[in-house]
C-alpha cells in the first residue's frame, strides 16, 4: 500500500501487491482452523550477503552457504530460527516473535514471525499518524488486519504472506505510541470481508476528491472497491501538488524503463479511466514514440514526483509540468478522507462502510457484528461466491 502524510512516506498503499495470481485478489474461503492469533509472516529484509542481527541480546551474523546459512562462521543450516520472547532488531527496527534466515538466490531473507495483533500495531506506526481522531484509527486498524488476512490466504505456500514496505503494507516493527495500540484493542480480531472472506481492503493517502475502482486500477472488478466522491480531504497536503520536469530528464527516465524516445518533444493524455486518473499517456521524441498507462509513468517517474495519476499535463519553455491532485493508487480507503470524517464524528463503522461498501464487519473468523454498509447480516449467495476473477499480472 502507499500512504504518506507530509513528506513522511509510509506503505497500498497500497500501491497494494496483488499477486501473480486471480486468488490474491479474492482468495478461497478461509477455513475454520485460521484464528486471530493468526502468524503473519513478514519479509523484512533482502541482503545482498551477510547480514548481522541483534536478537534478544545476542548478535548474530548470517551469510548464505550453498543451498542453506551460515552462522557466525560455524556449521552450515539450512534455515535458522530465534527468538519469539524478547525484542530483536533488524537494523534499526526493533521487532517482536521470531526470526528466520533462509538462503536466497546469492544472498539472504529475514523474516519476522509475529503474532497477526502485533503486527497490526506495527503497521499502524508506520501507515497512519498517532495523533489522527481514534476513529480513524481503529478504521485504519481494521484494513490493516483485514489486508494481512486476505494476503495470508493469497500467499499460501510462500516463504512469507507480506513485504514491510509498500509492496504491501509498511511495518515498523515493535514500537508504537499508545494511541495505536489502543486503536487495535479496541478492534481487536475484527475484519471485513464479503461473501465470508476477507476482502482486499486496499488503502491510499488521498483520493483527489474521487476514489479509483479496482476494475481501473488492477483490471479486476471487486463489488467493495468501487469509484465514489470523497468530500473530507481538504487538510491533506497532496489536495494540489505540482511537479515539473525537463524534456530531456523526462527521457532519460522513460529510456531507464526500456523506452526510448530521446528528449521528448510531444506529450498527450490519450485516455482517462472513470474516476479522472490517466488511463494511456503518449510521448514522442526524436528517437521514437511509447504509449504508457498511468500507472506505468508513474513507476517511470517515481511515486515521489507523481504522486497519483489523477492530474493534468501542461508544457512550459523547459519541459512539462504535472499538476495533480491526491496521492496513491486511489483504490478503496483514503485515509485523509477517513481522518475528515472522524473528525466530523462518524465512527470507524461509519467509515469503513463509507469506503468499503457492501462488506460485513465480523469478529474473526466469521462471528457476524453487523453489515458495513447496512447494519444487516452477511450475505453469502451464490453470486457473490461465483464472482469472476482474472488473473491480474503483478505490479
Request: charged share 25%.
Amino acid at each position: 500500500m502507499q500512504a504518506t502524510w507530509g513528506a513522511k512516506r509510509a506503505g497500498l498503499a497500497l500501491i497494494v501487491c496483488l499477486g501473480a495470481v486471480s486468488a490474491a485478489l479474492d482468495p478461497a474461503p478461509a477455513r475454520a482452523e485460521t484464528r486471530c492469533s493468526q502468524a503473519i509472516r513478514v519479509l523484512v529484509a533482502r541482503p545482498a550477503r551477510s547480514t548481522t542481527l541483534q536478537i534478544e541480546g545476542h548478535r548474530y551474523r548470517f551469510e548464505p552457504s550453498g543451498d542453506g546459512v551460515r552462522v557466525d562462521g560455524g556449521t552450515q543450516v539450512a534455515h535458522w530460527r530465534g527468538g519469539g520472547t524478547g525484542l530483536s532488531a533488524v537494523g534499526d527496527v526493533p521487532v517482536r516473535g521470531i526470526l528466520e534466515v533462509r538462503s536466497s538466490g546469492s544472498g539472504l531473507v529475514v523474516i519476522n514471525e509475529v503474532p497477526l495483533e502485533e503486527y497490526v500495531v506495527g503497521v499502524l506506526a508506520a501507515e497512519i499518524p498517532s495523533t489522527w481522531a481514534s476513529a480513524a484509527l481503529e478504521a485504519q486498524a481494521v484494513a490493516s488486519r483485514t489486508y494481512a488476512l486476505h494476503q495470508v490466504r493469497a500467499h499460501r505456500g510462500r516463504l512469507y504472506h507480506v513485504e514491510a514496505d509498500t509492496q504491501s503494507q509498511v511495518y515498523a516493527g515493535a514500537e508504537s505510541p499508545p494511541s495505536l495500540r489502543e486503536a487495535v484493542r479496541d478492534t481487536r480480531c475484527q475484519v471485513l470481508t464479503h461473501a465470508g472472506r476477507p476482502i482486499l481492503a486496499a488503502f491510499h493517502s488521498a483520493s483527489g476528491g474521487r476514489t479509483a475502482s479496482a476494475q481501473e486500477v488492477w483490471g479486476q472488478e471487486l463489488a467493495y472497491l468501487v469509484s465514489q466522491e470523497v468530500s473530507d480531504e481538504d487538510d491533506s497536503p497532496d489536495t494540489y501538488w505540482r511537479a515539473g520536469i525537463t524534456r530531456t530528464t523526462l527521457g532519460r527516465a522513460l529510456a531507464a524503463e526500456g523506452h526510448r524516445t530521446g528528449d521528448v518533444s510531444e506529450a498527450e493524455v490519450l485516455a482517462r479511466s472513470q474516476s479522472g486518473r490517466v488511463a494511456l499517456i503518449r510521448f514522442r521524441g526524436p528517437e521514437g514514440e511509447v504509449r504508457l498507462s498511468g500507472r506505468e509513468l508513474r513507476r517511470a517517474l517515481g511515486e515521489i514526483t507523481l504522486r497519483s495519476t489523477l492530474f493534468e499535463l501542461r508544457s512550459d519553455a523547459e519541459g512539462y509540468v504535472f499538476v495533480g491532485s491526491g496521492r496513491g493508487h486511489g483504490v478503496g480507503m483514503s485515509q485523509w478522507g477517513a481522518r475528515g470524517l472522524a473528525e466530523r464524528g462518524k465512527d470507524y463503522e461509519s467509515i469503513l462502510s463509507a469506503f468499503y461498501p457492501g462488506t460485513a464487519l465480523v469478529r474473526w473468523p466469521g462471528d457476524p457484528m453487523r453489515s458495513a454498509s447496512d447494519g444487516a447480516r452477511e450475505v453469502n449467495t451464490r453470486e457473490e461466491r461465483e464472482v469472476a476473477i482474472r488473473r491480474e499480472e503483478r505490479r
